[in-house]
C-alpha cells in the first residue's frame, strides 16, 4: 500500500516487517552517519483516570480540563531522516521526518479524548488515538497494548546502523474485558524491531512474535498506521492531495458508513470500484473500507482515514 504525497513515498507492507522508503531528490552535503538519543516528548489530553488493569475509571473524565503528559522518546537520525520513537505509551514510532523537506510522514492527535467507554468495543472497554505506527494484539481491533509501555534496548549501535527494540509480553488481563474478547492473557512475547542506517533515507520495522508455550495460542495482529505524508510537523495530519494507492479493484463499506461510497461506480452488489476514495479529499468522514470481495484470502486492506 502507498501513499503519495510530496516528497513521494512508497510504504511496503508484509506479514512480519514494515518498511517505508523515501526518493531521495538531491544528495546533501552531510556525511553518512546515524545517531541515537532522546527527547521528552509533551502530549496534551484530556483530563481522566486508569485503573491498575489500564480500565477507564466511571466519572474520571473531564474535558474540560486539559493536562500535558511527558514521556522519554528516543530519537534515530540520519542526514534523511529523524524517526522518534515512544516506548513508554504502545512501542510505537511516533514520527518520521524527511529532513531535505522538513515534512512529517505520521499523523498525531493535537489532545487526546478517551471514547468508547462502556459500549463494548475494545479490549480494555475504552481507546485512545494518538497517532504514529504501532503493533496491536492479541484481540481484535486494538487489542490491549496500544496504551501499555514496551521495555526499550538498544540492539545495535554504531556510525553505520542504529538498530533498538521495543518488547512487551502479554502476561497481563483485563477482569473488566467485554464479552466478545478472550479472558486471560496469552503468554505471546512481542519484540518491535527498528533500524536506521546512515546511508539511507528509509526505516525498517519488523515485529516478532513468539509463543513460549507447545500450546497453539489463538491471537490477532495488525499493525496500525496513521499516515500523513508531507505534513507540516506542527500539525501532522493527511494533506487533501494524498492518494491510496493500493491492489484493490473493488471495495465495500460496513452498514455505519455507507455513505463515505457515495458517488463511486457500482462495481456489482453491495461493492464499489476504487475510484473516489482512493483520493484522501473525497472522504466526507472517518469511515472504513474493506477489500471485496474475499475478506478472507492472502491480502488484506483497510482504510480508515482520518481529518
Not at 71 to 96: A, C, D, H, T
Not at 187 to 200: N, P, Q, S
Request: hydrophobic fraction near 35%.
Amino acid at each position: 500500500m502507498a501513499i503519495c504525497a510530496s516528497p513521494r513515498i512508497a510504504l511496503r507492507f508484509t506479514a512480519g516487517a514494515i518498511s517505508a522508503i523515501w526518493t531521495i531528490h538531491a544528495a546533501l552535503a552531510a556525511p553518512d552517519q546515524v545517531s541515537l538519543s532522546e527527547q521528552t516528548i509533551h502530549w496534551s489530553t484530556v483530563k481522566y483516570a486508569t485503573s491498575e488493569q489500564n480500565g477507564f475509571v466511571n466519572g474520571s473524565l473531564d474535558k474540560n480540563t486539559i493536562v500535558d503528559r511527558k514521556f522519554k522518546g528516543r530519537v534515530l537520525e540520519n542526514r534523511y531522516l529523524k524517526v522518534v520513537l515512544l516506548p513508554e505509551f504502545g512501542g510505537r514510532i511516533l514520527s518520521i521526518i524527511y529532513k531535505p523537506t522538513g515534512h512529517e510522514q505520521l499523523y498525531r492527535t493535537e489532545v487526546g479524548v478517551p471514547y468508547g467507554m462502556g459500549e463494548g468495543n475494545f479490549y480494555y472497554d475504552w481507546l485512545m488515538v494518538y497517532g504514529g505506527i504501532f503493533p496491536t494484539f492479541p484481540d481484535a481491533e486494538h487489542g490491549r497494548t496500544w496504551a501499555k509501555p514496551w521495555d526499550f534496548r538498544v540492539v545495535k549501535e554504531s556510525a553505520d546502523e542504529v538498530t533498538v527494540s521495543m518488547s512487551l509480553t502479554d502476561n497481563f488481563e483485563y477482569a473488566a474485558a467485554p464479552g466478545k474478547f478472550r479472558k486471560g492473557s496469552s503468554g505471546i512475547e512481542a519484540t518491535y524491531f527498528v533500524t536506521l542506517k546512515a546511508d539511507r533515507a528509509a526505516v525498517d520495522a519488523r515485529l516478532v512474535l513468539k509463543n513460549p508455550s507447545d500450546k497453539t495460542i489463538p491471537y490477532e495482529y495488525w499493525t496500525c498506521t496513521t499516515l500523513a505524508p508531507g505534513s507540516d510537523p506542527n500539525n501532522p495530519r493527511t494533506t487533501g492531495g494524498a492518494e491510496i494507492i493500493a491492489p484493490v479493484a473493488a471495495y465495500r463499506t460496513p452498514a455505519w458508513s455507507k455513505n463515505i461510497s457515495e458517488g463511486d461506480a457500482s462495481a456489482g452488489a453491495g461493492t464499489s470500484r476504487f475510484e473516489k476514495l482512493r483520493h484522501f479529499r473525497n472522504w466526507p468522514t472517518m469511515g472504513i473500507a474493506y477489500a471485496a470481495p474475499d475478506m478472507q484470502g492472502g491480502n488484506f486492506w483497510r482504510d480508515q482515514p482520518r481529518q
